[in-house]
């Protein structure tokens, strides 16, 4: 088998592992949604155990929980008799990843964890195991088969395992009404953090930088502005102030090439009318949106009153990187 042919194998398997477990989803894992849930509200948190591949797993499965506004830790199963079970308070919910459910290292956990009124949703193959025994809840990861050619080495129950941790938190985010504006206050570094916290009053070009001249104005006039401001284009306004059009360095040449005397005429004959703009509170990624839609160089900002407050020039999208 060639290297292509064992890849498309190994997704093969996978793909077929994830179906067989989502097949398999009962109340349990809607009883362990509103469990998670109704502890969280209670400011109780996700205590998260597992050894080797498991615990690897876990702590992708933490990530993602905290991530979404579900505050999760992981324990390390050795640790926590040595102290680290200082961590668990009564009330907390602990998930406890073992593909066998015989795992030593957490099956040796089980007394003490017994000690706290803590509630343990068991990610397990075996309901019949040590660990599914000891459980309020078990959440079934069996797969068919490893994608591994011994089945030997763990991947497609891995593979299971993380989905079923991603489901669980996706669950639990709808379940407490987590939004975007949440999001946001979790991610304010990074990429998300600027596609979901900037506003497109933060990235435009406004005040002097802003190129505005009234209808009447010549092209010549027109000019000057824009290269005062260092701008491709300008936004036409109306005898109120109002944007009733844009001219663009492509409209002067369009216009050169059929006139030469383009310089005296007024921007009421040359610019485009209804041009595309957006307000200041919009998202800086819907700005965005409309750059790939319209394939246009600059965006005006408008207020209220349809007024010309600012422009949003492409060229500094990838300096603000939200792209």
């Given at each position: 088998?060639?290297?292509?042919?064992?890849?498309?194998e190994v997704f093969r398997i996978e793909i077929a592992a994830l179906q067989s477990v989502a097949q398999r989803?009962?109340?349990?894992?809607?009883?362990?949604?509103?469990?998670?849930?109704?502890?969280?509200?209670?400011?109780?948190?996700?205590?998260?155990?597992?050894?080797?591949?498991?615990?690897?797993?876990?702590?992708?499965i933490a990530a993602t929980l905290t991530s979404t506004g579900s505050t999760a830790v992981v324990l390390d199963?050795?640790?926590?008799?040595?102290?680290?079970?200082?961590?668990?308070?009564?009330?907390?919910?602990?998930?406890?990843?073992?593909?066998?459910?015989?795992?030593?290292?957490?099956?040796?956990?089980?007394?003490?964890?017994?000690?706290?009124?803590?509630?343990?949703?068991?990610?397990?193959?075996?309901?019949?195991?040590?660990?599914?025994?000891?459980?309020?809840?078990?959440?079934?990861?069996?797969?068919?088969?490893?994608?591994?050619?011994?089945?030997?080495?763990?991947?497609?129950?891995?593979?299971?395992?993380?989905?079923?941790?991603?489901?669980?938190?996706?669950?639990?985010?709808?379940?407490?009404?987590?939004?975007k504006a949440d999001f946001a206050k979790h991610h304010p570094s990074g990429s998300i953090g600027r596609a979901?916290?900037?506003?497109?009053?933060?990235?435009?070009?406004?005040?002097?930088?802003?190129?505005?001249?009234?209808?009447?104005?010549?092209?010549?006039?027109?000019?000057?502005?824009?290269?005062?401001?260092?701008?491709?284009?300008?936004?036409?306004?109306?005898?109120?102030?109002?944007?009733?059009?844009?001219?663009?360095?492509?409209?002067?040449?369009?216009?050169?090439?059929?006139?030469?005397?383009?310089?005296?005429?007024?921007?009421?004959?040359?610019?485009?009318?209804?041009?595309?703009?957006?307000?200041?509170?919009?998202?800086?990624?819907?700005?965005?949106?409309?750059?790939?839609?319209?394939?246009?160089?600059?965006?005006?900002?408008?207020?209220?009153?349809?007024?010309?407050?600012?422009?949003?020039?492409?060229?500094?999208?990838?300096?603000?990187?939200?792209?």
């Open positions: 088998m060639n290297h292509l042919a064992r890849a498309r989803l009962d109340d349990s894992f809607t009883q362990a949604v509103d469990l998670i849930v109704t502890r969280l509200r209670a400011r109780n948190k996700l205590v998260i155990l597992g050894i080797g591949k498991s615990g690897s797993i876990g702590r992708k199963s050795v640790d926590a008799l040595h102290g680290d079970l200082g961590i668990l308070v009564d009330g907390d919910v602990v998930l406890a990843l073992s593909y066998s459910g015989e795992t030593d290292e957490l099956i040796q956990l089980l007394p003490a964890l017994k000690r706290f009124s803590v509630h343990i949703i068991a990610f397990t193959s075996k309901a019949d195991s040590i660990l599914g025994r000891h459980s309020d809840l078990i959440l079934n990861v069996r797969v068919g088969k490893e994608a591994c050619p011994f089945n030997l080495a763990p991947t497609a129950s891995t593979t299971a395992m993380l989905a079923m941790g991603d489901a669980l938190a996706m669950a639990v985010l709808q379940a407490r009404g987590f939004n979901l916290l900037l506003k497109v009053g933060d990235i435009m070009r406004g005040g002097e930088r802003n190129p505005v001249a009234s209808q009447t104005s010549s092209v010549q006039d027109a000019l000057l502005v824009m290269t005062q401001c260092r701008s491709g284009s300008l936004s036409v306004t109306d005898s109120m102030g109002r944007l009733v059009g844009v001219f663009t360095d492509g409209d002067l040449r369009r216009h050169m090439a059929q006139n030469t005397d383009v310089l005296r005429k007024r921007l009421s004959e040359v610019m485009t009318k209804n041009p595309i703009c957006i307000t200041a509170e919009a998202l800086a990624v819907e700005a965005l949106k409309i750059f790939d839609a319209r394939q246009i160089d600059d965006l005006i900002v408008v207020n209220k009153k349809n007024q010309p407050i600012g422009i949003i020039d492409s060229q500094d999208l990838p300096k603000l990187k939200i792209l």
